[in-house]
């Protein structure tokens, strides 16, 4: 059994429609949130902190929106910047940018507290970034740049702790969109503002949704990668 570990009832709606309802557990823990500028290391983190408290194999999904013309706002913090200015307040800065694109990005953190196999060559620039991602005991004592960068920050900064060297697996997902007036109903989050293909992430249902988004890509790498596991 699978613990999916999130506070947001959208992300576990979602991720129950592509795994199946059943499959997974949900718990709802706030674990620490890290500072960074990308979503691998805080998931990474995430992930170590919640496999300790559970005791279980969980997944932890880090998520965020990354608005071209803002450099990449709100990105990481996209949670605090829906609580604080909103998703309304977010279309208002974007409203007038010259170039709306942006994207979602998903990263779920994969701990069950085992060493993973190799990984085969990477395919593309998502599986570069699980590959280089998954850490262990090795990786964590003999840091190199790719690892400083993808992940495993957080493992050697808390020393006291063998624990905090767990191996983590990390799969990404991404979709490309435009920020847009609010439209639909459904979803959560930045879904109302966000326009793929000409519909917004709200005017879908979720299995829709699922086919294209940044958590559907990151879901269905995960999926294929843990049916061999
Ligand atoms: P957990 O950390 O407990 O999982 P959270 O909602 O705080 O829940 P994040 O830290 O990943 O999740 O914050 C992501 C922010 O981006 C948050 O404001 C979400 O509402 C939003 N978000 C994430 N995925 C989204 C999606 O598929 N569609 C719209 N908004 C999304
Ligand atoms: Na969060």
């Known amino acids: 059994m699978l613990t999916y570990v999130t506070t947001n009832p959208g992300k576990v709606r979602e991720a129950e429609s592509y ?22 290391p805080i998931a990474a983190h995430g992930a170590r902190e919640a496999y300790r408290y559970a005791g279980e194999p969980v997944l932890v999904d880090d998520a965020g929106l990354f608005i071209d013309g803002l450099d990449g706002f709100p990105g990481p913090y996209s949670s605090y910047v ?5 998703v309304d307040g977010v279309w208002d800065a974007a409203a007038d940018l010259p170039d709306r694109s942006a994207a979602f990005r998903c990263v779920l953190a994969y701990c069950d507290g085992e060493e993973f196999a190799a990984t085969p060559d990477p395919i593309d620039r998502d599986d570069r970034m699980a590959a280089a991602a998954t850490t262990g005991p090795d990786s964590a004592a003999e840091p190199d740049a790719t690892d400083a960068e993808h992940g495993a920050t957080d493992a050697r900064t808390d020393t006291t702790d063998d624990r905090s060297v767990l191996p983590v697996k990390l799969f990404e997902g991404y979709v490309p969109g435009t920020i847009v007036a609010p439209r639909g109903d459904g979803g959560f989050g930045y879904d109302p503002i966000f326009e793929h ?13 699922n086919a294209v988004s940044h958590r559907g890509r990151a879901l269905a790498k995960f999926a294929e990668w843990f049916a061999q596991r």
């Open 197 to 209: 293909n000409g519909t917004t992430f709200a005017e879908m249902d979720t299995e829709r949704k």
């Open 82 to 86: 829906e609580d604080t200015l909103g």
């Open 19 to 40: 795994l199946s309802a059943g499959s997974i557990n949900r718990l709802e823990y706030d674990y620490s949130e890290i500072q960074s500028d990308d979503l691998g």
